[in-house]
C-alpha cells in the first residue's frame, strides 16, 4: 500500500494518490492532472478510481480531464448530480483497489452530497479516512456554503454534520488515521491547524468540534459562530465542478499569447481585461503599468485573485517574470479563471522600452514611518479580523484586504495616508486596488506589522486570537 498526500500550499489543499497491486485511486485532483498520471506512470499501474469527496468551491478539480484522459471512473457520494457521467455510490459501498477497500461514508453537513471515503487495509482493518472538507484537523467544514442549494439554513446543515461526525466517524478506531482536504490558510474553516495528518485519536481529544459530550445545540452555535462571508468565487467553483470545463490544455494555449507592448495594450482597451501583474510587490512599487493589479505568485496567489476578482468570467492580461506564465495561468485555472488572454512578452522591461507610461507605488521603510509618525498621518490595516484583534498600531483604522471595497470612502481624498499588512504582500495589493480607482495619496510600509514591531513602534497590547469569539 503507498499513500501520498499531496499538498499545494497556496491553496491549503491536499489531494491523495494511493497504490496498491499496480491500481490507483487518486482523491480530489488539482486542475492540472499531469503529475497524477506521471506517477502513476512511474509506478507502472493504472489510475482506476477517481474519488470526490464533494463538489468543492475553492478549487476546479481535475477529476473531468484526468477521468477522459485516463478513462478512470469518478465516484461522488449520495445526492451528487453532475452534468457527466459518473458513479453515484450508496452510502456503504465498497470499491476494491488492488488489495484494499474504500467504504463510502456519507457524511452530509458540509454540503449535502459530502462523503468520507474510509480505507481498510488488505486485512480488512479499518486504516485511514478521507475527509474531505466534512473534517479537518482542529476544526470542521464550514456549514454555510451549500445553504442555497440545499434550501437549508447554515443551522440545519451543521446539525446534519453533527449527526454524520458522531454516527460515522467518531464510532471509529483512535489510530484511524485522517487525512483532511484542507489545512491551515483555507477559507473552507476557520480554526485548522497547520499540521496535515493526524490520528482520529488526537482529533476526538484537542478538536473543538468532537467533544464526546457535546450537544448538537452546543455544536450549531459552535460551528456557525464568526463565519465570514465566503468569496465570491465559491459558488462559480462549485458550477464548475459540477457541470464541467474546458480542458487545461486549452487555457494553457489560449493564455501563453506573447503580446508585444502595443498589441497589449490594445487588447485591455477592447476588452475590459484586468491587468494582472504577478510579479514581487517589490518590484510592483518600483514600477507597474497603470491601473494594473499587483497580486504576487509568490504569496496566496489564487485565492486572492478568487477573492478579490471575484467573477471566474474576467478577462486577464498577465504581466509576469520571464518563464512563469505557464505558472500563472495554471495557478488561475486552479480556481476557475480560465480568462488569460495572453502575456506582455518581454514583461515590463519591453514595456518601458516602447515608451509607455509607469506607474509607482510609493513605499518607505519602518524606520522611516516611525519617524513620521509625530505627523498624525492616518494608517489603515488590511490585515485579518484576527491579525488585527490580536495586535496593532494605535488608532490605526481596520480595512481589511477582503473587503477593500466596502471602505473606499474611508481613505483620504488628498491628504497621504499608510498602508501595511502582516508583511508586505497584501498591503501592495490594496496598494494596487486603491490606485486603480483613482487613490493615489498612499504610501505603502514595506516589511508590514512585522518590521513595524521590529522597529519598536508602539502597539495595543497583545491578545491571544485564541481567546476571541
Known amino acids: 500500500m503507498n499513500i501520498e498526500q499531496i499538498y499545494t ?18 482523491i480530489d485532483p488539482l486542475r492540472e492532472v499531469k503529475p497524477y498520471m506521471e506517477r502513476a506512470a512511474r509506478d507502472k499501474a493504472k489510475i482506476k478510481f477517481i474519488f470526490e469527496t464533494h463538489f468543492h468551491a475553492d478549487f476546479v478539480s481535475g477529476h473531468v480531464t484526468l477521468a477522459k484522459e485516463t478513462g478512470a471512473t469518478i465516484i461522488y457520494g449520495p445526492n451528487a448530480d453532475p452534468s457527466y457521467e459518473v458513479l453515484i455510490a450508496e452510502d456503504g459501498q465498497e470499491f476494491k483497489l488492488g488489495k484494499l477497500t474504500f467504504k463510502v461514508l456519507h457524511t452530509p453537513g458540509h454540503t449535502m452530497e459530502s462523503t468520507t471515503y474510509l480505507l481498510r487495509d488488505e486485512h480488512g482493518k479499518d486504516y485511514a479516512i478521507f475527509s474531505g472538507d466534512t473534517l479537518f484537523l482542529g476544526d470542521v467544514g464550514r456549514p454555510d456554503l451549500a445553504q442555497k442549494a440545499a434550501s437549508m439554513t447554515q443551522e440545519e446543515l451543521a446539525g446534519m454534520l453533527y449527526d454524520s461526525l458522531r454516527t460515522k466517524i467518531m464510532p471509529l478506531a483512535d489510530d484511524v488515521i485522517v487525512y483532511p482536504a484542507h489545512g491551515a490558510g483555507s477559507a473552507c474553516g476557520k480554526n485548522m491547524m497547520k499540521e496535515t495528518v493526524d490520528t482520529l485519536g488526537n482529533q476526538k481529544k484537542m478538536n473543538y468540534a468532537l467533544r464526546e459530550s457535546m450537544t448538537k445545540e452546543e455544536f450549531v452555535n ?37 503580446l508585444s507592448p502595443q498589441a497589449f495594450e490594445v487588447a485591455a482597451n477592447e476588452t475590459g481585461a484586468v491587468v494582472l501583474d504577478v510579479r514581487h510587490q517589490d518590484d510592483f512599487a518600483k514600477g507597474h503599468i497603470p491601473r494594473s493589479i499587483f497580486i504576487g505568485l509568490k504569496g496566496s496567489f489564487a485565492p486572492w485573485v478568487g477573492a478579490l476578482i471575484a467573477d471566474v468570467k474576467q478577462p486577464i492580461l498577465l504581466v509576469t517574470d520571464k ?14 479563471f480560465d480568462g488569460t488572454l495572453g502575456y506582455l512578452d518581454g514583461g515590463i522591461e519591453a514595456w518601458k522600452k516602447a515608451g509607455k507610461e509607469i506607474d509607482t507605488v510609493d513605499s518607505i521603510t519602518a524606520e522611516v514611518f516611525k519617524s513620521r509618525l509625530d505627523e498624525h498621518v492616518p494608517v489603515f490595516d488590511v490585515r485579518k479580523e484576527s491579525e488585527f484583534s490580536a495586535e496593532h498600531i494605535e488608532n490605526a483604522h481596520f480595512t481589511p484586504l477582503d473587503f477593500l471595497n466596502d471602505h473606499l470612502t474611508e481613505f483620504p481624498e488628498k491628504e497621504p495616508f499608510y498602508v501595511h499588512c502582516a508583511g508586505g504582500y497584501r498591503s501592495m495589493i490594496a496598494a494596487s486596488i486603491l490606485k486603480s480607482r483613482g487613490i493615489h495619496n498612499l504610501v505603502d510600509v514595506a516589511g508590514g506589522f512585522a518590521a513595524i514591531k521590529k522597529a519598536g513602534i508602539p502597539v495595543t497590547d497583545f491578545k491571544c486570537p485564541t481567546t476571541f469569539k
Open 9 to 26: 500550499g497556496c491553496l491549503a489543499q491536499g489531494a491523495y494518490y494511493i497504490e496498491s497491486e499496480g491500481e490507483v485511486a487518486i
Open 222 to 258: 459552535e460551528v456557525t459562530d464568526g463565519l465570514l462571508p465566503p468569496p465570491q468565487y465559491f459558488p462559480l467553483n462549485v458550477k464548475m465542478n459540477r457541470e464541467g470545463y474546458d480542458d487545461i490544455h486549452e487555457v494553457l494555449k489560449r493564455g501563453a499569447r506573447a
Open 323 to 336: 518563464n512563469k506564465e505557464e505558472e500563472a495561468i495554471t495557478r488561475l485555472s486552479r480556481v476557475g
